[in-house]
Every structure is written in C-alpha cells, then in structure tokens.
C-alpha cells in the first residue's frame, strides 16, 4: 500500500520524483521520501507529516543540490516502526552510498538484522526494510555489481516486497525487484522510470511494463534488463494502458470521491458492454474456463476484503438463486489459515479492486494449489490477480483513485451478476426468456443510479441534521444486507464514526441492547418481500428511541409512518438493487464525511491498495 517511483536518465528527477509521490497519495501514506544519486554521492530528504508528507518534502527539497539525474522515492504506511523520519524511506546502508525504498514485509527481518549487526553493521531505523541496504552493501563490498547484489540479497529474505536501490558508486542505474507487492517498468527516449503504480509516470512514459513475481529489472537511461532470481533473463511484459492525464485528476470536482460516484452509471455501462451475443449467450473477455468446466460446478468459493467481499455477499444470492449451485463467500485473509476444503468442481472467485490485494492473491494462490479452477474479478488489466487466476472479468470502471470504493463496488455485483446468469445459462437453471429479462433488467440499472444522483441535495438535508450523531447501525434482509454492510463501511471509512452492518433479524440477538436515544438506525427497505419484516424491526427500534433512516423506493407509502427521514431510491429488480440502494449511503456518508470536516479521498489509516498482509 505504500507508493514507489523512480526515474533515470532525466532532466528534471527531483520534480518527477515530487510529482508521481502526490500521484500515489491515494495509496495511503504517513510518511515520505525521496533520494537522488549522482556519482560519488547520495543526496536524501524525508519527512514525517502524516498525509501531509508529500507536502513537506516539497519544501524540504527547496534546497536539493542540482546535476542529479537518477533518484528514487516512496511514501510509508507504517507496518514495522512508528510514522516517525527515522523509518521513512529511502534507507542507507554504512556507507551512505545505497539508498532503498521497499514496499511490503520482510518476515525474517530480526534474524537477518541480528546477524548484520554482528558483522558490524549499524541500523539508523526500526523498519524491517532497512536489512534489504545492508545486505545489499555486503554483496557490493564482495565486488558485485548492483543487479548482482538486489538478486544475492533477495534469496536470503523471506516476505513479500516490492524493492528499488540505488549506489552512488554505480550511478544512473535503478534496480528493482518484485514478489507479491505490484511494480511497473515506464519507458521513454532517454528515460526509464519505475513506480508500484501507473499513475505515477502516467504522462511520461510513452510504453509500460508489468514486473512478475521474483523478477529483477535493471532500470538505465537507455532502457532495461530484466532476470529472475536465479539470474537468468526474462522479459518483462507489457501493459496496455489506455488512460490520460486527465483520468487520474479529479475533472473539475471537489474530490475524486465525487468525481468517481458520478461515474457510476457509465461504470456499470461499460461493465456490461458487448456481454451478450446475438444468440443471447453472455461473454465474458478472457473467461478461460470451458463451458463444460462451468456447468460441472459444483461449488463456489468467493474469497475477497473489504467492499469487494459485500460484492461477493451479493453475488452469493445470484449465483445460488439463479445457477442452483452453493456458494461460500469467504474473508480473504482468513481463508488459507482455515485448511480450506478443495473438492472436484470447486470454481474459487477472487474480487480485487485493484488485483493488487495481497490477501487475495495468496487467497487464490491456495485455492489453485488445491486443485481450484479460479476467475478474478479485478478493475485492472494485467494485474497480478488476473495474470495468476485461470480467467478474469474485468469491471471496466475506469481508474479509481479515492480510497473509499464506489463506482468499482456497483461494477462488481454487475460483473459478478452477470456471472450467475452466465452459470444459469449453463446448468439450463433459469428459462432463456428469464435470462434475457435478467440482462435488460442490468442494463437499466444504469439510469435508476443516474436517477438517485439527482437526488444528492435531499441525502445532504438528511446529513445535516444528523451530524451529532455518534452511533450509527446498518440494517437489511437478503440482498439488503450486504447494501447494509457497504453502508456502514462507507461511514466509518470516511467519518470515523462508529457503523456497524447487521441482518435485522439478528437484532434481537444482541445489538438491539445497544439501541437508546441518540442511535441511529439505516435500514434497507426496498425488497418487497421483505418488507414487511423490515417494518417490524424497524418498530423495534423506533420503541427505543432511535432515529431511523430509511432507504424505499418511490412508491413505498406505507414507509414515512414509522421513518424520521426517508431516502427514495427507483424501485428494481431486488437481486440488482444494492447498486442502486448503495448511492443514497454513499452520499450519506460523504456529506457527513464532509460536515465534519474529514479527508474524503485520503481517510486516515487507511490505504486503497493492500498489499501487506
């Protein structure tokens, strides 16, 4: 999650450093730095702001010195050592000639720190990174060049990184390294760059590539080199990216959060984009599963974090509702520490955002070594969940910079929707006619979320009363729960005020102790097979005093009589309704987010890409 970029070869390294820095903000970050190399010596800036950071490099490099044509630089979320200067990156070794940046964990660092040290070796920080500098000192001194000493380091570490170096004796080359943490290759006349994330060189590379797991690139001005651990030559491969400029910038609005929310109708569009042939059979891009595959399922494993995992609860209702197969949705990071059941017919679903998520990966990584068939469902081409998994469908919402998922999450229960339709089709589940209903049905989805937009003045009135508020439950049934779920995760990231998700049946088996005057209750109204009981546990409530926000559709009347305030959403499809249910939270969440006064696209602690276990 933290940010790496690099650059050699140019006329003007210091600002290309500052600039692919602020790019990557959106990672999430507590500290910053930078380092310039030039033969002999080795310049170094870094600060410790908190997300401010970037900013104070700025002015702490006023004073750069000039003539450097290489350098590196990183922003930290803080895994091992506190946000403090001393554990910024980039790291020196004794000498002060090696500087390095690193991404990700390196689990053996004690024992590799322990045994530098009783070499002689001193340590000016309390990260795990730092050993990397040290080893890599030890290789030099033994005479290797620097390729020579990342890779000689690298088989001695165990973890997950993603790593640049730079030596001041070997100047105008970068060498980086990968495994598990993303890293991207940039190229240009005279240039190279490198940085975890495209965004960074986006308007100055003019072709990219993608570095795979144990892979080592040496960066020059005139291109580069790439190998393996074992040092023998690959190629990197290249990216197809078909952004600009402008996609990573906010486009006039306040913050990327809202530029990205507006999005959403056009987000779910192009999901849903040429997925169906003329003979009504949906595709998928690079689906590389066989049909007789898919229709021999006889079990699915979703495994996902965060906002995708509420995808994949959705996704559980379609797919079981539709294709007649069970489904198991599962939280990434716990999955391969419960001796996960793999069976014949298993198919494993993994959901990233980014397809850079580290729990996911191994997630699916141990669903593979079982003998799983795996899909991902990633928003990135060529990322490292879609080139591992057996197939991949890909979300299309275009890039997504704030830290709070939003057009991403409606593309995935899209995407994932249009799945369970394509396995109905298949297991001959659910009448053509019905499947074709089904697919317009998701098309128009689009305009009923373009509606809710409309309605961002009313969210905003509702906000505005309720910003003293301190407590906040979340409730729905089937499909409203996870909606639920999503709420109360776009409340807590943003507001940091205490949001809990729950089916509102469990109320009564303990969270109602905790309802009183003052509480305020969010309920998914909208299916109307559920309605009814949503009325009673909201009558529940409302006889302890708290408040109640109701998300109904247009034509609920019945609604107001038990409500204190009411957000009107189109009616749908229920199984296609948490993408329209989930924009009045959204915005819910945002006003209050923005009524007191908190960091929309960069809340604190948090990072979009989690690539740390």
Known sequence: MCGIIGVVGSSDTLET??????RLEYRGYDSAGVALVRPGETWRARTAEGTESVKALREECDLAPLGFSSGIGHTRWATHGGPETMNAHPHLDCSGNIAIIHNGIIENHADLQEQLEARGHV???VTDSEVLAHLIEESRANGFELIEAVRRSLLVVRGAFAVAAMDA???????AARRISPLIVGTAPGVTYLASDIPAILDRATAFYAVSDDEIVR???????????????VH?????VDWDLETAEKGGHDDFMTKEINEQPDAIRTTLLDRRRRD????????????????DVRRVVIVAAGTSHHAGLVAKYAIERWARVSVEVDIASEYRYRDPIVEIGTLVIGISQSGETI???????????????????????DSSLARESDAVIYTRAGLEVSVASTKVFLAQVAALELLALRLAQLRDTVPASDVDAHFLGLNAVAEQVATVLTRRSSVEDVAKQLLGARDFFFLGRHVGFPTALEGALKLKELSYLHAEGYPAGELKHGPLALIEPGVVVVAVVTDPAMHEKMLSNLAEVKARGA???AVATDDDESIAAIADYVLRVPATEPMFSPMVDVVPLQLFAYAMARGLGRNIDRPRNLAKTVTVE
């Open 169 to 175: 004796t070997e100047p105008d080359v970068i060498v």
């Open 219 to 233: 960066l020059a001005p005139e291109g580069f080199r790439a190998i393996d651990l074992e040092g023998v030559p």
């Open 359 to 381: 729990d996911t990966i191994q997630a699916i990584r141990e669903a593979k070594r079982r003998g799983a068939r795996v899909i991902a469902v990633t928003n990135i081409v």
């Open 547 to 549: 408040t109640v926000v």
């Open 236 to 240: 990197l491969h290249p990216l197809a």
């Open 123 to 125: 340590f000016s920080s």
């Open 280 to 295: 009504g059979t949906i595709t998928f891009d690079e689906l590389r599963v066989s049909d007789e595959e898919l229709r």
């Open 17 to 22: 450093l500052l600039e692919g820095l602020a």
